[in-house]
């Protein structure tokens, strides 16, 4: 529970605080500044950066370098800022102020500077911190191995009550999250069960731990994808899950709070995926044509879609000059085609990153989306198709081809709205990735296709 | 860490476990059914359930109800399924169950029952638990006050280290998840400090509490927001926050393994919403007539978007007449307004929801739509304005509208994406509701009335 709530920030108070922080800037005050990012969490302070101006930033850092919280605000700092702030430091103060992190922060914040650079650092950190950290960044970061800590407590089965909590109370100083007691086995150490602290405080003294532990241990090894790691998290109710090697030795530990980030990350990347936004949290701090950059390929394959769509409604001019009132109804056929395809995409690429849906239902999933497509589609075909009867009356056919094509383009898009994330699970790729912008372009394609198809079929009878 | 891993269930092995279940069901082989469901996680079992039928359900839970397991299976269990299941059953049983449940839990699923009938139980329970209960049932679902759990630790300040780790021997045998010991300060018991159990341990036995606990506690008050919470557990990185009342006597725990479910849940709505598709996050499990009907809501508003489009399509009919290739651009127009606009709703939608945007930088946030809309549009619109003017060499203007139609549209939409759910949150709306289809709506309307618009007026010099 060190450094935590100095001050706590949510709303108005950080805007307080910021516009504190920045006046103190203004006025060169550097010991009250100093002295009130002493009393801020370092969280807080980093959520203040995505306010600040570049030089604002680069000045309050320099304050904040002097603090003992620097390396905690490097870990919160958001990643876009980083290498602008640290880059003109030397790597002798950062091997200092890296060594003070606990050792995955510390893995994650050199995997995020230039090789040469994090090597520099590296190479001038006391022998003990340097190889922890290098054991970390041996993984990918993105799984087990790289999200765990490799501060726990462990020990061995055959040692007491009563020497357990010697030990704890003798060698537990650097760690913070310490809330069970892992036990193994063997000269391997493999990990063989697990105690609370409170459970171990509740046996007699001098009972071997082996015969009190829960053996019961769920586990993940290193190489378990974080986003696994996260479902069985939630699934279990579960606040510490270790991290084993291919021989079931405990190489770490994977704390809650960590995996709440890979939750709230995961989702955010798909919110952005689904949209066609690119997956980078951080984009609300890139600058104009970052954004625009991230996001333009995604708009292309629409581009694309759109202009197949250009060329296929021309293909149909005799139609469109004899009924002109085609033209208007172009909008709502397509729109409502691509709402409720978004709906299916949505709830289906969820269903998937929650785990609710499972590869081998594909087809019972889909036909559902097939049902509420027709359901959905009749209802508003037959209300669109009554407009178009009643407004129109000098096209008796127009209410008819309207009708018809709001039936086939909603049926349609649910359809692949559905099946194109299944799809795309079941060839591994990310569901979120690809789907909205495949989706859509479809959807536009589609749905012109069938409005004049069947516009041609029953306009020449 | 009782009940961990019996079974665990990624994919396929939950498949395996499935087939099996359903296939001893069938042959009613009851014995082999129940030891296979005492061997499994009830959160396994609660997952099984969404794929069984509801005539196979009704007959497993028989199984189910005559295991220790019941309560935390009702638990873990979606609550589309619990009134079909427990319905049937006898409030004296049900009490019985309920009460062997943890209190946060039984309020839950109280919650979930019509309103008689959990009276009914709550009338056969013993007194402490009824009490407990009952008192959790007064706060709001989705408030601190109803997501704790009263099962705490805490103990007065004037203690020394030896009585509370006695305590902690003698009283913590139904506190499950007790990291942290909560110190209180005198006869009100407000909330003073905090030690986790490993801090606790290795201070000298003689010590008085008030002289070693940490007394910046992070706490929340019992009529907070869930999502407020959330926030704080994931900014500071604790595993569990206090529940205070206004007194700031503590009331509660919150463990952080509840905020998981919270962060995915309010995500999963967040999805859903911005879809278009309801906010029930058990919309897999619904019948397709529910779905439509949650569904189609949000389709009326597309649907009276694309009509208002329709007619002022008619409105324009001659310039269509005049230059009929106009038509065929429409779905390009809309679609690529449609997609930008998607993007930058749902950018600024999470960006609300993560807390990294902040209400006060609205006009900030908007420009730099403002600005990728511009950049992005004329990007595309000297694409598409090309593309028109060689491919319909017969009107030479074609591509000038075509162009400049896309650089408006794309803009608009940026814009109006950015702004409806800023404007939404600053009217205290929740952003993700209604920003889906209000957006996809007012572009529909806003990109054909510029498109034409843009025609009518080159097309007459």
Redesign the interface.
Known sequence: ??N???T?M??KE??VLLDTIRRLNRRKAKDRLQKIIEKT?P??IA?IF??LTPHERSSVFGVISHTSQVGEFLSELDRTFLQELVINLSPLYLAGVVEDMSPDDAADFLEHLPDDFAAQIRNLMGRKDREEVEDLLQYDSDTAGGRMSPDFLALDEELSVEEA?KW??EN??E?E????LYISHGDEGQLAG??????L??HKPYRQLKNIM?T???SVTTDTDQE?VA?????????AVPVVDSAYKMMGII???D???V??EE??E???Q????GKDRE??LKS??D??VT??P??FA??I???M??????FF?DE??EV?????????????G???G??S???V???LA?????L??LSK?VF?EV??GV??GT??GI??GG?AFFSFADSGKLGLVVGLSVVFAMTLAATVGAFVPLVLKRLDIDAAIAT??FV?TSI?ILG?SAYFLIAKFFLNI
Chains 1, 2 share one sequence.
């Not at 697990?194 to 459970?199: H, M």
């Open positions: 529970m060190k935590i709530k100095k706590e949510i709303g950080g805007m969490h969280a807080d959520w995505r306010h909590i704890v109370q537990s100083e760690l999250m310490a809330f069970y697990v105690l609370s602290l409170r459970e405080l509740t829960n019961n241990v769920i696994e479902h069985i998290v939630s699934r279990y109710n579960i606040l704390t809650v709070d995996i709440i980030d939750i709230r989702a955010t798909d919110f952005l689904l949209a066609g936004a984009i609300l104009t044509l954004n625009a996001r333009a995604w708009l629409s581009w879609g759109g202009l769509a250009v060329f296929i409604i021309n001019q469109l000059q002109l009132a085609l033209a208007g109804f172009i909008p709502i056929i397509v729109g409502m691509g709402n409720i978004t709906q995409s949505t709830i690429v969820r269903g929650t785990g609710r849906i499972n081998n239902e999933v559902k049902r509420v359901l959905l209802l508003y209300m669109l407009v909205g912008p859509a536009d012109v």
